[in-house]
């Protein structure tokens, strides 16, 4: 039971109640909910964690009443919002009561204007006009967003849209707001505004919060509760402490915890008594210097990695330029080498020209100036399709690459086009098709398939041309844990198959097991290409491009400066390592 | 980007400031002048000053060469058929059995031999292609200039039910969204070795057909995503709602429905007074 923040004896008046809710979508056996019993007090702010498939969004749309009156299915147990029964009330009134932002801001925002996004939901709720213009700059200035309300949403950022629907949603002055994975589709300076305007909502206005999501830390940092939702099921609810300290459940629930948490499981596994498992950084950073000071602490021994490379690049771009349409600078003066069997990390704050860069390399853009090269020949001179036997490109949503009726014919399509003979594509499709576990589903409808299958389908599909590299955008965007790692799994035994990998994410902390030299982009410029170690731990220079390391890298950094001396270390076990007698081995 | 945009023109002029529902009845006007009017000359000037206004109020160029790119094979369709097999169709408007002949097939020749192309039958279908120019030019200048809400604000003024102007507006924002799913399938096919590029036009509109299927059901999953958001925002569709934004009437206003309204009468009594704008009196 959450708790009243002034008086932490006292239970907070519940706002929400769930009892023995159970839900199942139509056509489906297997219930999307199972008996959750939960009470969500006024002004709480609820993380809702679990891995895909949870039973989160289900939650999310049950508390604004769109699960099971938009849906239909069945629906067992009783839960109310703000005293309403959920399934008497009709979702236009629940609407009065509950403000819903969903995970792609582009999807949610239907209006021209910033202003008529906000002002929509209070003309359906006939809120006169005289209100609404005191209320649409009042919650512009909650979520910062002054002076926009006569721009389009389209001018705005990832960031700021999100925070647009979360102004749209507060506009009704709503008890509870559900935030759905609201940032998985962002980069980091869009996550932190996110969290920072949703922390500022809950504790200054009191508005009660529930929000699902992976972002472990952010939620260990802003949220008085967190649920642990597994196939349905509420597992477990608590404090993030208790929660996120408990490592191993959530290893065994394929939920990522936060690296401070895991770095003193760690720490305590490596013989080191650690009275109480931190989950935020600051407590990790003040702990961590208190063991240090009464354990012996020693650098590893991290065995360097050297990303020299010799001879004609694969991929060279000389003075890229790129200026778009509309006047945007996307790349200035880029020159970069990539050569065969890297596999390079390329990061950097949306709009730094990632996605720019790599599509150059398949010619879906051409340089304004400069030159793009694949093994010494000009971008210029050769085709997309040419390309594309060359280089594979894995898009951020699968769902855009797929255009087949089933999961063969998908595989087998670039082959056909490419006047393959019979039995070297069904050779070609079978070797594809085993190689990322798709056999039985070969005749499936790929649409059909859960979203991370769908990404394999589309890797297969890519591989059955043989590339020499494949890029990887945004591939952990939107995914779980376990999603993100399988893919980066898959890019990891290709790379072992001797291919060139590229991959772009926001997700760094998935990264030290996988990349071996990081490019970091911003506004358009290259501002460091080094080897990961490196590039992790030039703090200045991702700052500058909004991005914050993980958090194991700034434990390190915590220990470096406490004990004067070069910690270079990039995960949890490494940072733990330096507890232990022998250290750790790379 | 946002999947749901509509293209506006991006110029503030005199059209971008008038009410929609002022917008509406000069595009009334002029759609109904255009389909009255048989004569290619003026039938021609009705279009190009349709095509003047719209560049005067920012409509791309690009966007008006694809309109006439895309009109050009009916404009030569309508050439031909009209040309040589509307002459039954032509004599009745002109009223009279002869008509002036541009060039004969030899009558040797299989199947077209002996046809023969008229110079009447090319101006009939001068007045076809001008008409479609017209009405097809006339929406642009409409609703481009116009915000999508103000749309909505103009319709449910002229008491047409709010749920029926959100469904146009929603359509009007789903057209780029699908224009936008295409480009990012044939993009893919690309991606896979497609040499989209190398296609002839025939071969093209049958990928265009195959793409049919992930397009539709990317749409659906769009716009159930956008269905659970309007309900969030406790749409209903009901027109018992307020509005953000009033719309009002101005001279300005009420001087472009009264023009629109004279230039009506006027080509009205011209038409049926003196003929002028019926096919023969060019």
Redesign the interface.
Known sequence: MATDRSNPQLPLMPLVTLDNVSYIYPRTERPALYDVTLDIGKGEFLGLIGPTGAGKTTLC?SL?G?VPQ?YGGRFFGHMTVAGLDTLEHP??RL??H???V?E?P????????V??EI???????????EE??IR?PRVLEAVRLEGTAKK???ELSGGQKQRLAIA??LA?QPDLLVLDEPTSQLDPLGAQEVFATVHELNKTLGVTVVMAGHAAEELAEHADRVALLVDGALVAVGSPDELYADVERLERCHIRPPQVAQTFVEIRQAGVPVPMIPVRLREGIAALRAAAHVHPVQVPSISPLTTEKRGVPLLAVRNLTHVYGDGTMALHDVSLDIHAGEYVLIIGQNGAGKSTLVKHF?R?LLPTSGQVLVDGVDTRDL????L??RI??V?QNP?????N?TVEAEVA??LK??KYDAVEIATRVAESLTALGLGEQRGAHP?ALPKGDRARVVIA??LA?RPDVVIFDEPTTGQDYRGARAILDISQQLHAAGKTIIVITHHLYLMPAYAERVVVMGQGALLLDAPIRTAYHAVDVLASTSITPPQAVLLARALAEERQADFPLLTPEEVAACFTVNGFND | ??????P?VERDSFFTRLDFRSKLALMAAITGVALVWESPVLGGALALVVMLACLAVGVKCSYLRTVLTLLLPFAVFMMVMQGFGGADLVRARLHRETLTPLFTFPASWAIIGGGMMTWEGVLYALNVVCKTLTMILVLPLGIFTT???AMVIGMVKIRIPYRIAFIFSATL?FFPMLFEEIQ??I????????????LGPLKRLRVYA??A??LI??AL??SQ????????????G?S???????TRLRAADYAVIAGSGLFVIVAAIAYYGWGIGCFGKW
């Not at chain 1, 085709?383 to 040419?386: E, F, Y």
């Not at chain 2, 980007?1 to 509509?6: E, K, Q, R, V």
């Open positions: 749309l604004s769109i938009f979702v236009s609407a009065r509950v403000g819903a969903f792609d582009e999807t949610q925002l239907t209006a021209t204007s202003e008529n002002a929509f939901a209070l003309e359906n709720l006939n809120v006169p006009r609404m213009l649409i389009h949403p389209r749209a949603a009704v398949l879906l085709t997309t399709s040419a594309a036997r594979g490109y898009a769902d855009h690459q797929i255009f009726a399509f670039a086009n490419l649409l599909a890519i041309l | 980007m946002s999947a749901l945009t509509l506006t915000d999508v809400n924002r990012t399938i993009e893919a096919q690309r991606l896979r070795g497609f040499a989209f590029e190398a195959k793409i299927v992930p059901l990317g999953v769009k995503t956008l269905d659970i958001v309007l309900q969030t925002r406790a749409f209903t009901s018992q709602r307020t509005y953000l934004h009033e």
